[in-house]
C-alpha cells in the first residue's frame, strides 16, 4: 500500500491540447511535444523498484525516528536487497554458529511495521559463503592484502563443494525464516565475475574450472543447481525465485556468457548489475547497446530481467532518472533496485539518503535529489503493473508509461533531456479515466526548485518541463 496524494484536474483538456498541436503541426517545433499512449499494448510486468541495505546495515537499524517512512513508505520502493550474513561475519564461523544478522533483521521488521506490517518483497543476494566453504579460507582478505588469492568453493577430493554450499543456503534461509525473515527472491552470488581484497566476494566461472581473478573457479551454474535442488528437496514453507547470473555489469556479452551455463528452468529473472563504464557519472544512453543485448538474452529463455544494483560515483538526479527510463524501455527491465538505499555522509552524496556516522542513533538525516528519481517511478506504480506502449515526438524527451493490473490506473513518467523548456501535450488514447494529477521535480524557472511536488497545466493545457525535469502524470478513476 503506497500513499498517493491527488492533485484533481479538468478531464479533457489535455486531449484538446494534442489536437490543436496536431494542427499545428507541432512535432516540427522542438518547443512543444506530444505523448501518446497505448494502454492496449503491453510490454514487460513489474517486479518493482527498490534498494539495498546489505552494507552499512547498523546506519539505519537502530534509529527510532521517522527515517522508515521516508525510506519504505513515502518513495514507494517495493524491494529491499539484503545480504544473506548467515555464519560468514568472520574467519571462525563453523556450521554450528548462530543466527547473527540482527541488523538486517531490525531494518525488515521496522520496514514493515511502517508499511501497516506489510513487508517490502526481499532480495537477499550473498556476497560470499562462510570462510569454511572458501578455497581461501577467508570472508575477504582485507585491505592492502594483496597476498591472499581470489576465492572459490573449496574442494574436497577433487570435487567442488557444491553439495555444502546449497546446505548452507538452505540453512541460511531456515535461519532467517525462524526469524521472520523470508526473501521473495535470491541471488547465489553477488558478481561471481568479480574480485576485490577489500569486501566480501567469492568468484564462479561460467564453466567449471573457468580462470576468474586468476583461479580456477567452481561452475556458477553448478553451484546454481545444487542450491535450487536442495531447496526443492527442504520443502520451504515459502521457497523463493532464484535470480541469476548477478553479474558486475552486462556488457561484452557476459552476461549471456554466464547464462549458458545455467538452466533457465531453475530462475525466475536474468539479473545484471550495470558497473564497467568509464567516468564518475556514464551518459545513460551509453548503455542501451548492452541494455538490447541483455533484453535478448531475457527473451531468448522466455525470462524476465531485472538490473539488481548500480549506483556511480557521482550520481545525479535527472541522470538516474533517464538510466531507469531506459532500462524500462530499452532493456525491458521488471526490476530497478538502487545500490545505497542509506549511505554515510559523503561527498558526493550516493545515498539515496544520508546518515551522519553515529551507529544506532537519531541524527539528523539527508534527502537526496537522487532519491527523487527513484519516487517518479516506485510511488504511483506497483508490482504487477504493465509498461505499455508510448510515442514521442521529440527525441529530447522520453516516457514510460505503466497501467494497474486492474486496467483501472495509468502512470506516465516524463522527461525532458535537453537544456530547454518543452510544453509537452499528453494523450491518454482509449484509456478512461476521472482524475489526472501531475507531480514534478525540476530546477527550472517554472515553479523553483520542486520534488515531486503537485503541478498544474498550462492554461493551454500543456505541461511545462524546464530543462533536465522529470515528471509523473496519474491517470485514476
Sequence with gaps: MKFRPNLPLRRGILFCAIAAATACGASEDPANVSVSIDATLPHQTLAGFGAATAYQPNLLSGRTDDIYKVLFVDSGLDILRIGNWFQNQGMNTTPATAFTDQAGLQIVQKATAARGGVPPKILMSSWTPPAYLKSNGVTAPGYGNTTTPAGTLLQKDGVYAYADFADWWVRALQAYAAQGIVPDYISIQNEPDYFINQWETCVFGTTEGATVAGIPAAGYGQALDAVYQGIQAAALAAPPVLLGPETTGFANGIVQKYMNGINPAEIGGVAHHLYGATGNNPAPDSFDGAMRDVARTGAAVGLPTFMTEYSPNAPTMFDTALLINNAMTVENASAYIYWE??????????????????????????????????????????????????????????????????????????????????????????FAYGTLAIYRTSDGAAGGRERAAPAALEADGTLAMPPRSIATVTFTP
Excluded: E
Design 341 to 430: 538505499l542509506i549511505w554515510n555522509d559523503s561527498d558526493p552524496q550516493t545515498g539515496l539518503v544520508s546518515v551522519p556516522r553515529g551507529f544506532g542513533n537519531n541524527l539528523p538525516y539527508t534527502i537526496n535529489d537522487i532519491y527523487y528519481a527513484l519516487v517518479h517511478f516506485a510511488r504511483w506504480t506497483d508490482p504487477g503493473w504493465v509498461r505499455v506502449d508510448t510515442k514521442v515526438n521529440a527525441s529530447s524527451v522520453r516516457a514510460s508509461a505503466y497501467l494497474s493490473p486492474d486496467g483501472s490506473a495509468l502512470t506516465l513518467v516524463l522527461l525532458n533531456a535537453d537544456g530547454k523548456d518543452h510544453f509537452v501535450a499528453v494523450s491518454s488514447g482509449a
